[in-house]
């Protein structure tokens, strides 16, 4: 209803959805679980689907909220009666005072989100950076361990190189041999130790991540629950709708 209402009219009946219909039934979650998403549950196709799926009738729409002339006396009703709670909102229905209101309830709704929001950030940013601690302190160990590997099988090549300076070509292509040999396993280790090491920082940050993502889509979700929340609160008085909507 943020923006309109759409219904269908057949043999004198007109079928609309209401929150209640939507989210209070059994069919309702039928519905929900059929739709691809929110904005399609109280279309025309989410009306025939409810009503199992009846063909037929005229279908209407209606984006203009300025006289209840425009919509069929059931609606004027329901919306009246708050029935359509939950399913957006239209300020064309409030006073230019009780807009003001509404107005302010959705600032400090907007407030209490962004501050919902900054804490989830803050939490992921704190998880990641332990994350990223342990790695570099993993890696920095697996490179130690190799450069002290290293260093023990160049001062073995240069012994054995200074050993035999007279059978220089044949030891030190040994040495050399043995060297090298020393260095390949070494590395290898290095290696694997990083990539192990940047695979658990990966593991770590991943769901830290998705907790965060997931705070900010519940924090935005009571944003939008308390937006909606103030205005049909507000709506609710009397004296705060539009003469023709009370």
């Not at 989210?23 to 691809?36: D, F, I, P, S």
Request: aromatic share 14%.
């Amino acid at each position: 209803m943020c923006d309109f209402i759409s219904w269908i009219e057949k043999d004198g009946q007109v079928y609309y959805l209401t929150y209640r219909d939507i989210y209070n039934t059994r069919r309702g979650k039928e519905l929900r679980n059929h739709c691809m998403s929110e904005d399609d549950l109280s279309g025309h196709g989410a009306i025939r689907y409810y009503y199992d799926n009846f063909i037929g009738g005229a279908q209407k729409e209606c984006t203009d909220f300025t006289t209840p002339a425009n919509f069929p006396p059931e609606i004027v009703e329901d919306i009246k009666a708050g029935k359509f709670r939950g399913l957006g909102i239209n300020k064309e229905l409030l006073t230019a005072q009780a807009l003001k209101l509404y107005e302010e309830a959705k600032a400090q709704a907007l407030k209490l989100y962004e501050e919902a929001k900054a804490q989830a950030w803050k939490l992921y940013e704190e998880a990641k950076a332990q994350a990223l601690k342990l790695y570099e302190e993993a890696n920095a160990q697996a490179c130690k361990l190799y450069e002290e590997t290293e260093a023990q099988a160049l001062k073995l090549y240069e012994e054995a190189k200074a050993q035999a300076w007279k059978l220089y070509k044949e030891t030190e292509a040994q040495a050399l041999k043995l060297y090298e040999e020393a260095k390949a396993p070494a590395w290898k280790l290095y290696k694997e130790a990083k990539a192990q090491a940047w695979k658990l920082y990966k593991e770590t940050e991943a769901p830290a991540l998705k907790l965060y993502e997931e705070a900010k889509a519940q924090a935005w979700k009571l944003y939008e629950e308390a937006k909606a929340q103030g205005f049909w609160d507000i709506f609710k008085i009397v004296k705060n709708r539009k003469k023709l909507w009370r």
